[in-house]
């Protein structure tokens, strides 16, 4: 495509974005032929792969049917979605499912699901919902507002909520918010059971979330974890909360649900915290486009291909070859100061100095520089960081990669890495 063509697609004209062409398996073609290996599964969304013919005729058959139907309406693939869902993926005692069309849209969703819970069983003082420092939980000015990722909040603050977080890797912290805060204020507690894009695939102690759910049940207060990124396979267990076996109460997920070929979200629910806002005959308003036919057709097909094909079991092992492998590749690196995460959700944190663990200036943008000397070398890989951890890359390849691509992925992680830093 003429440069000039594409440069009229971003909103705010600045750099000529790369133009793909197609897709293909575990690889982006771009307009002029250079083929890009998928490493970051896009932004941490494709599960199954590229350009599987399944899903092309499932939604050729999909729209062939029904097109707009408003979302409170039954369809076949609504109905199937959630039999999939509650028969095959979700842990016990989550029967409810709520389809949006985005992990935002999500986790706006599960915050006023939150609050409508408490004021339907008369516990109208219950409203805000802690967050962690560091998280990201979308771009919505309540997403932004319960999270806590500094470049993407930066000056929208005076906009945002301003509610309560505790700090992402302290068990003890979350107890003392509630208390300074009062418990009676409290509707919910949110965290991603690992921080994707705001921490780099970073992974609490394992006395973390056994002590936020403690905190919680104690104190009546809903547990929400944020799966957007980790759910659904991509940690190698069905949801990230398992690796602590937590009980959470309400489930947030996007992304890999819909593999990429359609824009879903999901959030999911135990009886007990959709019960009371039945009783009281309340609800919560839709999005037009929540639980699109389309997008829940398509989502079934891929999650039945997952279960079919074992990805999720793929994910776990193909993840631990290619952790094992960046560790022995870049553990010694002078500019890694970590390499962490589960299954395909890896993180590399990087660092001007290793040791101490001194970051590059701000100014560098040094996760962007090692994305872009690693996409010249025909590799995406996402960029990612706030706060403490300004610079890191995230690794979320398809779970259908092979040893091959394993080691495309370390060798050009480590040529780009080397490259940036000059
Ligand atoms: C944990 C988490 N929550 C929410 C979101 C927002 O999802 P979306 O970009 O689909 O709106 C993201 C996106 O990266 C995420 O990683």
Redesign the pocket.
Known sequence: MDPQRAARFPFVPGDTPIVIDRTEDVWLVTGDGRRILDAGGG?IVTNIGHGRPEIARVAAEALGRIDYVVPVWATEARVSLVEELVDHWLPDGFTRCAFVS????S?DLAVRVARTHHLSAGRSSRWKVIGRDVA????TLS?LSVGAHDRRRSGLEPMLTDLPKSPWLDPDALAKVIEFEGPETIAAFIG?PIT??AGGAMVPPEDYWPAVEEVCRRHEILLIV?E??TGLGRTGLNWGHQHWGIKPDLIVA??GLSGGYAPM?GVYATDDVVAPIAEAGAGTMYYTFAGHDLGCAISLEVLRIMRVEGLVERAASIGALLRHRLDEELGDHPHVADIRGRGLLLGIELAADRNTGRPFPRADEMATQVVGAALDRGLWVYPAGSGPVDDAVLIGPPFTITEEHVELIVSGLRDAIDAAVG
């Not at 985005?102 to 849209?105: A, F, V």
């Open positions: 932004a985005g992990g935002s849209e986790v990201y939980h979308g771009s997403g991603e994707g894009a944020d957007v990124m996007g992304k979200g």
